[in-house]
């Protein structure tokens, strides 16, 4: 999710910049230099994103299948104890 809204920031800056642009607030270069620096940024924060997203997914995979050892290891207990 946080992706999805990291690429849209992208695009909004870049449409932003070709307004701009279009409109002669700002140069060539510095349109282009602005275009490059919002793309590597938001490039950067999705790749974090995606990053921290998977890092959580295998954390709580982790957990769950730890949980499950845990219980079964539980029940084995109470069933080898006769109860």
């Known amino acids: 999710m946080i992706g999805w809204v990291v690429a849209a920031i992208g695009v909004v ?8 642009l279009i409109a002669g ?5 510095a349109a282009a230099s602005a ?3 919002a793309t590597l940024a938001s490039i950067l924060s999705g790749v974090v994103a995606y990053g921290s997203g998977m890092n959580l997914d295998l954390g709580a995979e982790r957990l769950e299948l730890a949980l499950a050892e845990a219980s079964s290891a539980t029940r084995a207990e109470v069933a080898g104890s006769g109860g």
């Open 35 to 37: 275009a490059f620096g």
């Open 25 to 29: 607030e700002i140069g060539v270069e």
């Open 13 to 20: 800056s870049l449409l932003t910049i070709g307004g701009l």
